[in-house]
């Protein structure tokens, strides 16, 4: 008998442990987070939409950082009912985060959380303007057309409000690629937007895969899996959350610059999912994103497949740091290494992942 997938419709939150979490909570303020509750041992953010919280902050048992995992909201109780049927998952209980509704967690195949909601009572506030860090309308003028006339755009410095969180990804061995991708894949129903591919091998390197929600547009990736050097073991590249326009990101970007937080790569535009991109290693070391200007994608988007260059990864913006490829911060003002093959004037070939958006 086939086994049911988990129909999701959105993504909901992210889970971090870190050894310093008054630090962690510091740089998560200037990113934009607001505390929605807090515990001994965790904090809940949330942005300004209407899900109870999207990032779970939590202090680390053995002084070192983690990424513990990603949940899902249902579309049904049914759904819920078969993430609980999958090998190992727990059974569904109660919730006591804010919210409250009922959660099922399962396990993928490097060791990380994959969690499931249902019944989550969303926060009474509607999902209006982002809170302003704009004093006047946000009227712009382009060369033809110009409907600001006689007043002025004004804006005052802070952190960049956090609207909810768009996605997340993983680096894993490269032999465990296709199987990490197909653990995803056969067990919500995440779809194929875009793949970047080894045009020496022909074999895909990442992918980038939206929740299929039919003819219902939605957010051109949730979630992405690219495949790395097979000693290292899978890790969290990056989670991403969406910010308003490209004023407020760059507004955020120089606030957390002033309070001393290292970028990691950006401000720049991806190819794929042609999101404005902006990372940072928060204060543990993990790779943050704030995006803005997202592709939607439905039913109907024709999958896409790119030859893995630089340029799949960003059309403007400073050169491809090695700290983003790596994922380390003590890689941090370390240029990408030439491989021979480009001294020698043939096609480079770069033995590193090419993960985007």
């Not at 007043?151 to 993983?170: D, E, M, N, Q």
Request: aromatic share 12%.
């Amino acid at each position: 008998m086939a086994v049911k997938r988990v129909r999701v419709v959105r993504l909901a939150h992210v889970v971090y442990q870190h050894p310093d979490l008054e630090r962690a909570l510091s740089f998560l303020f200037d990113f934009g987070f607001v505390e929605e509750h807090r515990t001994a041992d965790r904090v809940y953010l949330r942005g300004y939409g209407t899900q109870p919280f999207v990032y779970v902050a939590e202090i680390s048992p053995d002084n070192k950082r983690h990424f513990l995992g990603a949940y899902w909201v249902v579309d049904s109780l049914q759904d819920l009912d078969a993430a609980a049927a999958r090998p190992g998952a727990s059974p569904i209980q109660d919730s006591d985060a804010p919210g409250g509704g009922k959660v099922v967690t399962v396990e993928d195949p490097n060791g990380f959380k994959v969690g499931f909601f249902y019944g989550q009572k969303l926060r009474e506030s509607s999902e209006g303007p982002a809170p302003p860090l704009e004093n006047t309308a946000p009227i712009p003028n382009t060369a033809l057309q110009k409907p600001r006339k006689g007043t002025f755009r004004r804006f005052k410095p802070g952190a960049s409000p956090v609207h909810k969180l768009g996605h997340y990804g993983f680096i894993v061995p490269g032999s465990k690629f296709e199987s990490t991708l197909s653990f995803y894949t056969d067990l919500i129903n995440l779809k194929p937007s875009d793949a970047v591919f080894d045009p020496v091998t022909g074999k895909d390197q990442s992918c980038f895969c939206h929740i299929d929600l039919g003819p219902e547009y939605t957010d051109h990736h949730s979630f992405f899996v690219a495949a790395g050097e097979e000693g290292r073991p899978a890790f969290v590249h990056h989670s991403s959350f969406e910010v308003n326009d490209f004023d407020t990101q760059t507004l955020g970007h120089d606030w957390l610059r002033s309070k001393g937080w290292t970028n990691c790569w950006g401000i720049g535009r991806h190819v794929l999912g042609s999101q404005i991109f902006d990372y940072w290693f928060d204060g543990s070391g993990n790779i943050v994103e704030h995006y803005s200007d997202g592709d939607l994608v439905n039913e109907d988007t024709p999958f896409g497949r790119e030859a893995a260059a630089p340029d799949t990864l960003h059309i403007w913006g400073p050169n491809i740091p090695l700290a983003f490829l790596s994922g380390k911060i003590e890689d941090i003002g370390k240029e990408m290494p030439v491989p021979p093959d480009a001294l020698e004037a043939k096609p480079a070939q770069y033995n590193v992942p090419l993960v985007a958006a």
